[in-house]
C-alpha cells in the first residue's frame, strides 16, 4: 500500500547510518539483505534522538525531546508516521514486536543527558542499559526474527556488546564529553585527574563485556553474525588503539581506526565468514 513511501523512509534511514557511522555501516552491508532496513531503522531513530540532547544546543532540548518521544510512541500505535524515521522505526517495532520497556529504558537514558554531568555506579549502569544494551537487544529481536528461545538465551551477551561499544566510545570521547557537554560518564572518575589506574580498570570491564559478547556472537544466525562480528572486530580495534596510549592521550585527543584497516578489518572478516559459512552448509 505504501511502497514508495516505504521505500522512500527507509532510504533516509539507510542514509542517516551511512552517514553517521562507517563502522556501522560497513556492518550492516555484510548482513543478510532482509535485515538491512530494520537495522537501518533502529540506528537512525537512536541516532536521532541522541542528536537532539548532543548537538542541538540553542534550543529547548527538553521539549524536542518529549516531542520526539510522543511522535514516536504515537507511529507505533499508529503504524504510520510523515516523519520517515519514525515511520521505519515503528515499521521495526511492529514487525518484530520489540518490547515497549526497551524503548522507554532509552528515552529515560537520553532524557538523562539533558541533566546529568556526573554519574555514580547505578546511574552509570542504568545510563548504559537504556542507552546501548537496549540497542543490542532490539537489534537481537530483529535477527531472532519471532525465535524467543533464542532471544531468551542471547539476551546477556547482546546486553554485553551494546555495553563493549558504548563503554569503548566513552574513553574515546572522553575530551570531546567533557570539553563540549561537561559530562564524565564513568562512575568516579576526574577527568583533570585521570589516571592509568583508573584507565585499567575500565578496559578490564570492557575486556569482560567484548569476552562475554563473543560468545552471542558466535551463536547468532548465519545471516546475522557476518555483520555483528564486523561491528565487533572493529571496536575491538578501536579498543586495543586506545589501550596502546596513556590516559594522558586519552585526554588530549579522539582515537581513532583509519579507513584503510576499517576496509581491511572488512575483507578479512567478510572471507572468514564465507569460509565459515562454506563449512557449516557442505
Avoid at 560468545?215 to 578501536?238: F, M, Q, T
Amino acid at each position: 500500500m505504501f511502497s514508495i513511501f516505504e521505500q522512500t523512509s527507509s532510504k533516509c534511514s539507510k542514509f542517516i547510518t551511512n552517514a553517521y557511522s562507517t563502522s556501522f555501516s560497513l556492518g550492516i552491508k555484510t548482513l543478510s539483505k532482509k535485515f538491512h532496513d530494520p537495522i537501518c531503522g533502529i540506528y537512525a531513530f537512536v541516532r536521532y534522538a541522541d542528536e537532539i540532547v548532543d548537538t542541538f544546543h540553542g534550543f529547548d532540548k527538553k521539549t524536542l525531546l518529549e516531542r520526539f518521544k510522543k511522535d514516536t510512541y504515537v507511529a507505533i500505535d499508529e503504524k504510520i508516521s510523515l516523519n520517515p524515521v519514525l515511520y521505519s522505526f515503528q515499521k521495526v517495532v511492529n514487525d518484530y514486536k520489540i518490547p515497549n520497556d526497551l524503548i522507554e529504558a532509552f528515552f529515560r537514558s537520553m532524557e538523562m543527558d539533558l541533566y546529568k554531568n556526573a554519574y555514580g555506579q547505578d546511574g552509570y549502569e542504568e545510563y548504559i542499559y537504556g542507552s546501548a544494551e537496549v540497542v543490542g537487544l532490539m537489534c537481537l529481536k530483529v535477527f531472532a526474527e519471532g525465535d524467543e528461545k533464542l532471544y531468551e538465551e542471547l539476551k546477556h551477551t547482546a546486553r554485553a556488546l551494546g555495553a563493549a561499544f558504548q563503554k569503548v566510545n566513552f574513553l574515546r570521547d572522553m575530551k570531546s564529553d567533557f570539553d563540549e557537554r561537561g559530562r564524565v560518564y564513568f562512575p568516579g572518575i576526574d577527568f583533570e585527574n585521570f589516571k592509568e589506574a583508573a584507565k585499567k580498570q575500565i578496559e578490564d570491564e570492557i575486556a569482560a563485556d567484548f569476552a562475554l559478547a563473543k560468545e552471542g556472537i558466535d551463536r547468532l544466525p548465519l545471516s546475522a553474525r557476518g555483520g555483528v562480528e564486523l561491528a565487533y572486530l572493529y571496536y575491538l580495534k578501536l579498543f586495543a588503539k586506545i589501550k596502546a596510549q596513556p590516559a594522558s592521550k586519552i585526554k588530549e585527543a579522539r582515537i581513532r581506526v583509519p579507513d584503510y584497516q576499517k576496509l581491511g578489518i572488512l575483507a578479512w572478516s567478510t572471507i572468514q565468514n564465507r569460509f565459515n559459512y562454506k563449512l557449516l552448509t557442505t
